[in-house]
């Protein structure tokens, strides 16, 4: 059986940090309901400590969830991380997941720390925290630039305190695929008990990159973890999307010999639910769940597909949730799509020289209207035709 690669959903914390994307507790459970359907590994459910509606919405997600570990983000300090516990008390599987800063620029900067008050505030929030909780994941945020050795000393230090996961964020979107794949590697290879954790990569997507720079974390690195987000919400230009990450990996497991165990067929609604919450509009040529991901608009391709879907299509809509595939009657439709319409519309035309003329108008039409709808099609063979 394939190695499984873990999924782990931050849509109600990284997604909501979105501009514009807040969401109450009650959208929160809806989504964390729909996420646990899909059968996410781990959900991010928000950072308790951050206000008492996120800790009330973590506690409510925490309560309901069975199926999936439920994970309250929290800074590397004891108040984050009591708190983080506390709304996590009735899940059924818990984590929490600190982070601290390690890049240089972060490290001076930001917190005003030296690294060596960075490395121990990062081995006491570990230690404090597993002594709450036994699933502990670990992220130095911007950990992509930060100094190798540094971090090599951070992530050996906190996997020696118990941290059960260690997380590589390229925080600010800045890798690119064979490099982040190389640093993770390299970390693996160098962190001495590399192999008491599961390693896991966390990419924002400023240069369109956080789906290919997890993939490498993934077959370079040998991470085991992507966090993720449904529709790629996020800060900024948003995180890895789920969708993307999961069809790449289902699709090619081939290349990857890696598995999930997302069950597929709830990506299109999670996908509906994730942005009718947030009135964040999906663009009609995202991958997998966008409105033409799935249709076939000339007339080359629509031909091809009917008489054999793999022709131009790697996936199943059906398999993503999408209820089939689109023809797209236009301009650029053949005579076969055109005939197949015909059919699915109950028409009938009892010569081929019917439905050449049906066709010739059909295509005078196309070239005024962008779109053919099925009404258009009706209307246009209205005096010659007999339906059923
Ligand atoms: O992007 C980031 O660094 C994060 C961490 C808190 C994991 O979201
Ligand atoms: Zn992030």
Request: with cysteine; hydrophobic share 40%; glycine share 6%.
């Amino acid at each position: 059986m394939a190695d499984q690669l873990i999924i782990f959903d931050t849509t109600l914390r990284d997604g909501e940090q979105s501009p514009g994307a807040s969401m109450t507790k009650d959208e929160k459970l809806r989504i964390a309901r729909q996420l646990e359907r899909l059968k996410v590994d781990v959900i991010e459910a928000g950072f308790a400590a951050s206000s008492n509606g996120d800790f009330e919405a973590v506690q409510a997600i925490a309560a309901a969830i069975k199926d999936s570990t439920v994970c309250s983000l929290s800074r590397a300090n004891d108040r984050d991380i009591a708190r983080a516990a506390e709304a996590l008390k009735s899940a059924a599987r818990a984590r929490i997941h600190t982070f601290i800063a390690t890049s240089p620029l972060h490290m001076e900067k930001k917190l005003r720390m030296t690294p060596e008050q960075v490395l121990e505030q990062a081995k006491q929030s570990v230690r404090f925290a597993r002594n709450l909780c036994g699933d502990i994941e670990f992220s130095p945020e911007d950990g992509y630039r930060s100094e190798m050795d540094f971090l090599c000393r951070v992530l050996e230090t906190v996997i020696a305190e118990g941290a059960t996961t260690v997380n590589v964020p390229d925080t600010v979107g800045y890798a690119v695929p064979e490099l982040y794949g190389n640093f993770i590697r390299t970390l693996r290879e160098r962190v001495p008990n590399s192999d008491k954790a599961i390693w896991s990569v966390h990419c924002h997507n400023d240069l369109g990159m956080a789906v290919a720079n997890s993939l490498a974390g993934v077959k370079i690195g040998g991470a085991r973890q992507v966090e993720c987000t449904i529709n790629g919400l996020g800060e900024r230009a948003g995180n890895c999307s789920l969708e993307e990450i999961v069809m790449a990996v289902r699709t090619r497991k081939d290349y990857f010999g890696l598995d999930v165990a997302i069950d597929t067929k709830h990506i299109v609604p999670a996908s509906r639910m994730v942005s009718q919450t947030t009135g964040f509009v999906v663009q009609p040529n995202k991958a997998v769940v966008g409105a033409n991901a799935f249709a076939h608009a000339s007339g080359i391709h629509q031909d091809g597909v009917l008489k054999a879907r793999d022709t131009y299509e790697i996936m199943r809509a059906e398999d993503v949730g999408w209820s089939a595939n689109k023809i797209v009657l236009g301009k650029l439709s053949g005579r076969n799509a055109f005939k197949q319409r015909l059919q699915e519309l109950g028409v009938q035309l009892d010569s081929e020289a019917e439905v050449n003329a049906a066709f010739a108008k059909f295509k005078e039409l196309a070239d005024r209207k962008s779109e053919i709808f099925d009404e258009d099609i009706l209307a246009l063979v209205s005096d010659e035709t007999v339906t059923d």
